[in-house]
């Protein structure tokens, strides 16, 4: 028998404010904080364009299928990945897609994993993670309380992964993490489709990077020599693992937004689970049920300066941390918690936290060739330069007001 585990993560960032959009530049509330660095229209736009595209479509699509394939044996199984600041989007600007993904929730077939709230690197922060935690507390509450669930499988942003985040997850109370089958971990007879776990004991369920990114990358491209992909040949592939488990994770976004619903991917989603069917040793799960069902097959070990992500070739940090800028900013954001913390406001948390969203320093990137296309594709500003001086100045603004903020009139 193997288990195909679909996962599906969706998340959009608050995007900053240019300096000199920014205005007044004299003493603010607390609650004037989030309007003032984050360009509130922006956002709203391109949420309503992701949710026109993507998040509507796809939900009502996979609601569908997971209905009309309810009764079966082996019934259509999917897990969703929320990050908080989507969904604070959604509660503004499309509360009937949370609604969507409530239904989803109430058959008993979709499983909400857990992660840290505003999609942040903080499980790098320190060896306490203590910020880590507050995120992923925040983030598990919201999903109790949206869809009913509490959250038992962790995804940290970016599948960022190492031995002590492992560590820190199994101390949190969750049964299992996923994380990116990278090469290396995958020496001798290993192969990614199995359960393994870390020095911790937490059970670890590795992302398919091939078979993931046939769907998220490679569906619509001419010139791979798998194209055109049919969901009877994608069940073939399948079918042909004779693994235990297979997880199949991508971005939300490239069903319709990334991928466009003209190039047919709506229409193989729909005709997978008929096509998967055929074949007896295949079945849906969700990532809970993986890890209850398939015995630990070994051991990975990642240590703290070998952390693995599913981002660019490297698969390591390099996506948010390669560069000079973007540690220069990931260190001026570790470095204003005390001076966040002395406020005592939750307004000033939030912003800080907001700031932390992996999105704005991954805009630093000045990576070349492909890594380097994706980076640009995804940022709203156009160049590295402007969002390197929209973080700084947004990071270093926020300093001077926390500062100073106990003598505010």
Same mark, same amino acid.
């Given at each position: 028998m193997t288990l195909i585990v679909p996962f599906f993560f969706?998340?959009?960032?608050? $995007?900053? $404010?240019?300096?000199?959009?920014?205005?007044? @530049?004299?003493?603010l509330a607390p609650g004037?904080?989030?309007?003032?660095?984050?360009?509130? @229209? +922006?956002? $709203?736009?391109?949420f309503l364009k992701v949710a026109h595209r993507c998040y509507f479509p796809a939900t009502r699509l996979i609601l569908d299928m997971v209905?009309?394939?309810?009764?079966?044996?082996?019934?259509?199984?999917? @897990?969703?990945?929320?990050?908080?600041? +989507?969904?604070?989007q959604a509660r503004r600007d499309a509360p009937d +897609?949370?609604?969507?993904?409530?239904?989803? @929730?109430?058959?008993?077939?979709?499983?909400?994993?857990?992660?840290t709230y505003y999609h942040s690197l903080a499980g790098l922060f320190d060896d306490a993670r203590l910020e880590f935690r507050a995120q992923a507390a925040q983030h598990r509450e919201a999903i109790r309380s949206l869809f009913g669930q509490t959250p038992a499988v962790f995804r940290n942003t970016e599948m960022l992964y190492n031995d002590a985040i492992a560590a820190a997850v199994q101390d949190m109370g969750y049964r299992g993490i996923m994380t990116e089958g990278v090469d290396w971990l995958m020496a001798g007879w290993r192969s990614p489709d199995f359960?393994?776990?870390?020095?911790?004991?937490?059970?670890?369920?590795?992302?398919?990077?091939?078979?993931?990114?046939?769907?998220g990358y490679r569906f619509a491209d001419r010139s791979w020599d798998g194209y055109p992909l049919t969901a009877e040949k994608f069940a073939g592939w399948l079918a042909g693992n004779t693994d235990p488990v297979v997880l199949l994770a991508l971005d939300y976004e490239a069903l319709g937004e990334h991928i466009g619903a003209d190039t047919g991917i709506f229409d193989f989603l729909a005709a997978l689970p008929d096509q998967t069917a055929r074949f007896p040793q295949l079945e849906w799960a969700t990532p809970s049920q993986a890890i209850a069902r398939i015995s630990?097959?070994?051991?990975?070990?990642?240590?703290?300066?070998?952390?693995?992500?599913?981002?660019?070739?490297?698969?390591?940090?390099?996506?948010?941390?390669?560069?000079?800028?973007?540690q220069f900013c990931y260190e001026e954001l570790k470095r204003l918690e005390p001076?966040?913390?002395?406020?005592?406001?939750?307004?000033?948390?939030?912003?800080? $936290?907001?700031?932390?969203?992996?999105d704005h320093l991954y805009y630093l990137s000045d990576k070349a060739m492909s890594d380097g296309d994706v980076h640009q594709y995804f940022?709203?500003?156009?160049?590295?330069?402007?969002?390197?001086?929209?973080?700084?100045?947004?990071?270093?603004?926020?300093?001077?007001?926390?500062?100073?903020?106990?003598? +505010?009139?």
């Open positions: 969706a998340h959009q960032p608050l $995007r900053l $404010r240019a300096p000199e959009e920014r205005r007044p @530049a004299g003493p004037q904080l989030e309007e003032y660095y984050f360009d509130d @229209a +922006l956002n $709203r736009d391109i209905r009309r394939h309810a009764g079966r044996e082996k019934p259509f199984r999917v @897990a969703y990945g929320l990050s908080g600041t +989507l969904l604070d +897609l949370l609604d969507l993904w409530k239904e989803l @929730a109430d058959t008993g077939l979709v499983e909400f994993t857990g992660e359960v393994y776990q870390s020095p911790c004991g937490l059970p670890v369920l590795l992302r398919n990077y091939r078979l993931s990114d046939d769907l630990p097959s070994g051991q990975v070990d990642v240590p703290i300066f070998s952390t693995i992500s599913w981002a660019d070739r490297e698969r390591d940090t390099s996506a948010w941390l390669g560069n000079e800028m973007q001076l966040v913390a002395a406020t005592g406001d939750a307004d000033f948390r939030r912003v800080w $936290r907001l700031m932390q969203t992996s940022s709203a500003y156009g160049t590295v330069v402007e969002a390197f001086v929209r973080l700084h100045t947004a990071v270093y603004d926020l300093k001077r007001r926390a500062e100073r903020y106990d003598r +505010l009139p």
